[in-house]
């Protein structure tokens, strides 16, 4: 397995948790500077995966490399190339941000003369300049995301985790933190491995994605590839009366697989990426049922999940259990 110093390698990973596999034999590369999304529901091993990875959890089985260093070997080399923002952020919520920049920048070894200028520079980025001397405890839940991303970077890390980070948040704090992640990456050459539930997040950021399911890695390359993989666009139809919704859903079955869309509509998946919307219509108007709306939906991250998997992406979440509770990480 060839290491790289900014990249990641991973061989035969397992983790168990007694009678539980949660992360079952994966192989991933993560290439120097690139975005790697990992798409899953709750329970998949997303977490698992990235708790190995930073060190927080020794593996059961296989290898892993961060920044050219074993994981399991090396922890600490590895813990001082990296950054993480995890699902849960530690912040103590009588603290300012101001004041928890000041213990990360101490806690990371940054010269005294550097500290405020670092703290300072890091708030501003993530847009909390304004906010900087106020108590956590008063922070809405986007602003502790922003701080902890502002945490994770303290250091300068080659390689950053982000563990699902904008889980919960609003649509502008979101667009915020993706415009930060883009921009780490692309300007100054971070490699990020971004773990998340949301298909737009991955399709806006990724350079390449995995989706794992149940342990496995069931796909992985770039989101465009893996769309056209699939190739197979979806037609929604709403029908003029709502009362036909049951005999337009036979119907759309002639043309491939009925998905969900919303409780008002019915889609089909067609069978083939090649679709002729004329003779849907006609069958339609063979059979007297108007079309109040009609959309034609090109393939979407969420149908190569559903490919791979035979779930959507959200119904798998809501069904799905977390991940087991981690064990102490062994030093």
Same mark, same amino acid.
């Given at each position: 397995m060839v290491a790289d110093r900014n990249g990641i390698e991973v061989a035969g990973l397992v983790r168990r948790f007694k009678d539980v596999v949660a992360v079952d034999g994966i192989d991933l590369t993560v290439a120097p500077g690139e975005i790697y999304g990992f798409l899953g529901p709750n329970g998949a091993g997303k977490s698992t995966t990235v708790h190995m990875l930073t060190t927080?959890?020794?593996?059961?089985?296989?290898?892993?490399?961060?920044?050219?260093?074993?994981?399991?070997?090396?922890?600490?080399?590895?813990?001082?190339?990296?950054?993480?923002?995890?699902?849960?952020?530690?912040?103590?919520?009588?603290?300012?941000?101001?004041?928890?920049? %000041?213990l990360q920048t101490?806690?990371?070894?940054i010269p005294r003369h550097e500290r405020a200028e670092r703290g300072d520079e890091l708030l501003e980025r993530v847009g909390l300049s304004l906010a900087a001397d106020r108590r956590v405890r008063t922070y809405s839940g986007g602003m502790k995301r922003r701080?902890?991303?502002?945490?994770?970077?303290?250091?300068?890390?080659? !390689?950053?985790?982000?563990?699902?980070?904008?889980?919960?948040? &609003?649509?502008?704090?979101?667009?915020?933190?993706?415009?930060?992640?883009? %921009?780490?990456?692309?300007?100054?050459?971070?490699?990020?491995?971004?773990?998340?539930?949301?298909?737009?997040?991955?399709?806006?950021?990724? &350079?390449?994605?995995?989706?794992i399911d149940h342990g496995h890695i069931v796909a992985e390359g770039t989101p465009t590839d893996l769309k056209a993989e699939i190739g197979r666009p979806t037609v929604e139809i709403t029908p003029a009366d709502p009362e036909q919704r049951d005999r337009v859903a036979d119907i759309l079955r002639r043309f491939g697989e009925l998905v969900q869309v919303s409780p008002d509509s019915v889609a089909v998946r067609c069978a083939h990426g090649d679709l002729d919307?004329?003779? !849907? !219509? %006609?069958?339609?108007?063979?059979?007297?049922?108007?079309?109040?709306?009609?959309?034609?939906?090109?393939?979407?991250?969420? &149908?190569?999940?559903?490919?791979?998997?035979? %779930?959507?992406?959200?119904?798998?979440?809501?069904?799905?259990?977390?991940?087991?509770?981690?064990?102490?990480?062994?030093?």
């Open positions: 927080l959890l020794p593996p059961s089985a296989g290898k892993a490399t961060v920044a050219g260093f074993d994981v399991v070997k090396n922890g600490p080399a590895v813990r001082r190339a990296i950054g993480a923002a995890l699902q849960e952020a530690a912040l103590d919520p009588l603290l300012t941000g101001r004041d928890h920049m %000041r101490a806690l990371h070894g701080l902890d991303l502002a945490l994770a970077l303290v250091h300068r890390p080659r !390689i950053l985790f982000l563990d699902e980070p904008t889980t919960g948040l &609003d649509p502008q704090s979101r667009n915020a933190l993706w415009g930060e992640v883009g %921009r780490l990456a692309k300007e100054e050459g971070v490699t990020v491995f971004l773990t998340t539930q949301y298909l737009e997040e991955a399709d806006v950021l990724a &350079d390449r994605v995995g989706i919307l004329a003779e !849907i !219509i %006609r069958a339609l108007d063979v059979e007297g049922l108007p079309v109040a709306n009609l959309q034609l939906h090109a393939p979407s991250l969420d &149908d190569v999940f559903l490919e791979k998997t035979g %779930r959507t992406l959200e119904g798998a979440a809501a069904e799905a259990e977390t991940d087991p509770e981690p064990e102490p990480a062994r030093r």
